[in-house]
C-alpha cells in the first residue's frame, strides 16, 4: 500500500490521507468505515460536550477536570460513537445507496453484511457499557437513558424535517454525564449546558447536511439543511446564538471566572466565524466548516479546564 496517496476505497468525506485510512488492512477498512475511524471528527463532537462537562463540574468544585474522567469519556465516545454509526448505516443502507456521498459506504456496497455489521454494534457498545461501569450508580443509569434517544434518532429523517434535533440530543449527552460522574445528580449549570450543546449540534450537523441538500431531495431525506433552504445562514445563526447564551448561563450558575468568559467569548467568535462563511458554501466548505467544529468544543472546554485549574492552583 502506497503511505502517500488517497486508497481508492476511501470514502468521500474521510480523512483519505490519514493514519488511520493508510495503516489499516484491506480486510479492516469496512469496519473502521462503519465505526467512522477514519473520520475522527464525529467523536471529537461527541466528545466535546463529555469533556466540557466535567471541567464545568471541576470549575464549580474549585479544581480542575478530572483526568481520569477525561480518558474514560474519550474510550466512550469512540466506542460509542462507532457503534451508532454502525446502527445509523443499517437501517440507512437503502437511503445511502441513493446518495453520491454515500453510496460507497460499507452496507449500500455490499462490503460488509447486516449480520457482520450487528455483531459488530454488539462489540462496540460492550467497551462502551465496560467505561459506564466505572462511573456511580446515578451516571450509569443516565448513560443507559441515552441508548432511547440513539435508538430514535436514525429513523427521524424519514417523517420529520427536523432530525437535526434528535443528533443533538443524543450527541450532546455528554454535557449531563460529566456533571453527574462529578455530583451523582443533576443541576442547572448541567441542563444549560446539555441545551447549549443541543442547539449547537443543530447548527453544526445543519451545515454539514448542505453537502447533501440535493440529492436528500431525490430520496427523500428531510433535514434542517433543506427545511431552511435560502434562510440556512439565518436558521444556523439563530441555532448558534442559542448556544452561546445557554453556555453563558451555565458559566453564570456554575460561579465561572474570567478564565471560562474569555474561553466562552472564543467559543461565540468561532461559531460567529462559520456564521460568516456558510452562505452560498460549496459541499467542500461546508465539510470544511463541519469540521472547524472540533476546534469551537476545545475553546470552550479549554476555558473551563484553565479556570478550574487556576481556582486550584489559588487554594
Known amino acids: 500500500m502506497n503511505l502517500g496517496v488517497a486508497r481508492p476505497d ?147 429523517k424519514r417523517v420529520t424535517s427536523w432530525p437535526q434535533v434528535g443528533l443533538g440530543l443524543a450527541f450532546s449527552w455528554g454535557a449531563l454525564m460529566g456533571w453527574a460522574a462529578q455530583y451523582g445528580a443533576l443541576a442547572p449549570p448541567a441542563l444549560l449546558l446539555y441545551l447549549s450543546a443541543v442547539a449547537w449540534t443543530i447548527g453544526y450537523d445543519t451545515i454539514y447536511a448542505l453537502q447533501d441538500a440535493r440529492d436528500d431531495a431525490i430520496v427523500g431525506i428531510r433535514s434542517t439543511a433543506r427545511l431552511f433552504g435560502a434562510h440556512a445562514r439565518l436558521g444556523i445563526g439563530a441555532f448558534y446564538l442559542a448556544a452561546a447564551l445557554c453556555a453563558q448561563a451555565a458559566l453564570v450558575m456554575a460561579g465561572a471566572g474570567l478564565v471560562a468568559e474569555i474561553g466562552w467569548a472564543a467559543f461565540a467568535a468561532h461559531l460567529l466565524w462559520q456564521v460568516s462563511q456558510v452562505e452560498g458554501a460549496s459541499p467542500a466548505t461546508a465539510l470544511r466548516l463541519f469540521r472547524a467544529n472540533r476546534d469551537a468544543g476545545l475553546l470552550l472546554f479549554a476555558g473551563f479546564a484553565f479556570e478550574g485549574w487556576l481556582r486550584a492552583a489559588l487554594g
Open 10 to 156: 476511501a470514502l468521500p468525506d474521510a480523512r483519505q490521507r490519514g493514519f488511520v485510512s493508510r495503516l489499516t488492512p484491506d480486510f479492516a477498512l469496512p469496519f473502521v468505515q462503519l465505526a467512522r475511524l477514519d473520520r475522527p471528527i464525529g467523536w471529537q463532537l461527541l466528545l466535546a460536550p463529555c469533556w466540557q462537562s466535567v471541567a464545568l463540574a471541576g470549575l464549580a468544585a474549585h479544581h480542575g477536570p478530572d483526568l481520569w474522567r477525561l480518558l474514560l469519556f474519550f474510550v466512550g465516545a469512540v466506542a460509542m460513537r462507532g457503534a451508532g454509526c454502525t446502527y445509523n448505516d443499517i437501517l440507512d443502507r437503502d437511503l445511502d445507496a441513493g446518495v453520491e456521498r454515500t453510496k460507497g459506504r460499507p452496507l449500500p456496497s455490499g462490503r460488509v453484511t447486516p449480520r457482520a455489521a450487528a455483531i459488530f454494534i454488539i462489540a462496540q457498545a460492550l467497551v462502551g457499557f465496560a467505561v459506564l461501569l466505572a462511573f456511580n450508580r446515578f451516571t450509569i443509569a443516565l448513560g443507559l437513558a441515552s441508548l432511547i434517544v440513539v435508538a430514535i434518532y436514525p429513523l427521524l
